[in-house]
């Protein structure tokens, strides 16, 4: 079956500029995370989802961050005013549902922000 | 502030051998463990976990093991093969939490 789907696989942009990267989760699972990695770092966790809600967004670094699932399947990540700090591969995880299921991830977006 | 600790940036074995990953937490209320491994241009992939209640888990080549008074774990792989060159990273959860703290990771090569 199709796993968790990201696009686009690499997003160059100029600082300043408005941001969307998009996950497509596994079929079925209700929950969602986006994580951060950046160069010669583990991933970084960002928000978490259960169904259409963000049960936890803690890790957003700041409120130029924000991101929605309004159906409970897609979810879109919104960068606005893009830093040169926000360069980085996003990734999208999903899993069956919130606890100890395990977390499937996308290939991942590069974003270069110039 | 990194709660997660893989102090050996990469490991490079002969295949065959033994390869062994480690792993230091300093979180105490984590209580589920993991192992996942990536490819380049790939997301992590699991690869095996370990609940706190335990102190082994073992799955064909790879087997984890928990000593939770030291904060530790490591990753076994036995016998390594060249397939299994990557970057393997070590993850930790919270109990009732759902974010995963990972380590910075660990890039193996295996060598024929």
């Known amino acids: 079956g199709a796993g968790v789907s990201q696009t686009p696989s690499n997003k160059v942009t100029e600082k300043g500029k408005y941001v969307e990267l998009r996950c497509d989760p596994i079929s079925g699972h209700t929950a969602l995370y986006w994580y951060r990695q950046s160069l010669g770092q583990g991933p970084e966790f960002l928000i978490y989802?259960?169904?259409?809600?963000?049960?936890?967004d803690s890790g957003l670094p700041n409120d130029r961050f924000f991101a929605v699932r309004p159906e409970g399947s897609v979810s879109t990540l919104k960068i606005q005013r893009t830093e040169r700090g926000d360069s980085a591969v996003y990734l999208c995880?999903?899993?069956?549902?919130?606890?100890?299921?395990?977390?499937?991830f996308g290939p991942g977006t590069r974003l270069t922000v110039l | 502030d990194q709660q997660v600790k893989q102090n050996s940036p990469s490991l490079s074995v002969q295949e065959g051998r033994i390869s062994i990953l480690n792993c230091d937490y300093t979180?105490?209320?984590?209580?589920?463990f993991l192992w996942y491994k990536k490819y380049p241009a790939e997301g992590p992939t699991f690869l095996i976990s370990?609940?706190?209640?335990?102190d082994k888990n073992e799955d064909g080549r790879f087997t984890v093991f928990l000593n939770k008074s030291a904060k530790h774990l490591s990753l076994h792989i036995v016998p390594s093969q060249p397939g299994d060159s990557a970057v393997y990273f070590c993850a930790a959860r919270r109990n009732s939490g759902y974010a995963l703290n990972f380590g910075k990771g660990t890039s193996l090569l295996v060598t024929p």
């Open positions: 370990i609940s706190s209640i335990k």
């Open positions: 995880a999903s899993s069956r549902d919130g606890g100890y299921n395990e977390q499937f």
């Open positions: 979180n105490s209320m984590f209580d589920y």
């Open positions: 989802f259960q169904g259409t809600g963000a049960a936890d």
